[in-house]
C-alpha cells in the first residue's frame, strides 16, 4: 500500500501516531511505542533479525544499540558533518567505510550503495536517507579524487543526500572508522602510492534516534533489502 506522494506505508510513522493522541496523550502513548516499533524495544522500527550474531561478543554496535557520534569534514561540500548536528536531524543513515584506491572490495560496497541510493530516490526517499560513506585513507583521498570517484561510481550528486566524508589525517580515520565503527584496516606492504588495505566491511543502518537498525558484513550489499529497510525505518519517523 502506498500513500499520496507514492512512498511505502509499510510502517507508522511515530510522528503521525503522537499527533493521533495529541500532547496529553503522547507521554502514555510514549511506552507504547515499544510494542509498535521493532518488538518492545522502543529504540528500534525493524525486528531484531533471525540470524543476528551474538551483541555480547561482537566489537562493534548492533541491532537495538547506540550509534557512536562523530565529526567529520565533507570535503567536496566544505563542511563538516556530525551525526548529531542539525543537518542530519530526522535522518536515516547509512555509515560505512572505504577507501577510493581499493581493487576490489570497495568497489561492490560503493557501487551496490550507489544502486540502493538510487532506489531510494526514485522511491521519494531522498530528503529522508542519506549516505554517508568515510574514507580511511586521507592521504590518497583528497577532495578531488573523491569528487572523481563519485562519478565513476555513478553516485547521484544532484540528489543532495550522499555524502563522503574524510577525517583530516590518519589519527583521526583511525579514531572514527577503527576504534568507533569497529572498520579495522591494515596498510600492506606496499611501496609508494602502490599500497593497498586489508580490511573488514561493515554498513551501519541507522535510525534518526541513532540507534542501530541493521549491521551489513559483506561487501556486495543486498540493494533491494538494504534500500526497503532504511525506507521502512524512515516511514516511522
Aim: hydrophobic share 35%; net charge negative; proline share 6%.
Amino acid at each position: 500500500m502506498t500513500q499520496p506522494d507514492g512512498r511505502s506505508s509499510s510502517a507508522l510513522s511515530r510522528r503521525q501516531y503522537l499527533a493521533a493522541f495529541g500532547a496529553a496523550g503522547a507521554v502514555s502513548a510514549a511506552g507504547c511505542l515499544g510494542d509498535v516499533f521493532g518488538g518492545g524495544d522502543a529504540a528500534v522500527v525493524l525486528d531484531e533479525p533471525s540470524d543476528e550474531l551474538d551483541s555480547d561478543h561482537l566489537p562493534y554496535p548492533t541491532h537495538g544499540e547506540s550509534f557512536p557520534d562523530f565529526e567529520l569534514p565533507d570535503p567536496i561540500a566544505g563542511e563538516t558533518i556530525s551525526t548529531d548536528s542539525e543537518t542530519l536531524a530526522d535522518q536515516t543513515l547509512i555509515v560505512t567505510g572505504f577507501y577510493a584506491f581499493c581493487p576490489a572490495e570497495c568497489l561492490l560496497l560503493i557501487g551496490s550503495m550507489a544502486e540502493t541510493q538510487r532506489v531510494v530516490v526514485n522511491d521519494g526517499y531522498a530528503d529522508d536517507v542519506t549516505f554517508l560513506p568515510i574514507t580511511f585513507d586521507p592521504e590518497r583521498d583528497t577532495p578531488e579524487e573523491l569528487d572523481d570517484y563519485a562519478d565513476e561510481m555513478n553516485v547521484d550528486r544532484d540528489a543532495g543526500n550522499w555524502r563522503f566524508l574524510r577525517p583530516e589525517d590518519e589519527a583521526e580515520a583511525r579514531a572514527v572508522v577503527d576504534e568507533k565503527l569497529a572498520i579495522n584496516y591494515e596498510q600492506d606492504d606496499g611501496a609508494g602510492d602502490t599500497y593497498e588495505f586489508i580490511h573488514n566491511t561493515l554498513t551501519y543502518l541507522v535510525n534518526p534516534d541513532r540507534y542501530v537498525e541493521r549491521v551489513y558484513r559483506d561487501d556486495d550489499l543486498p540493494v533491494e533489502t538494504l534500500a526497503d529497510e532504511a525506507m521502512t525505518v524512515a516511514d516511522a519517523y
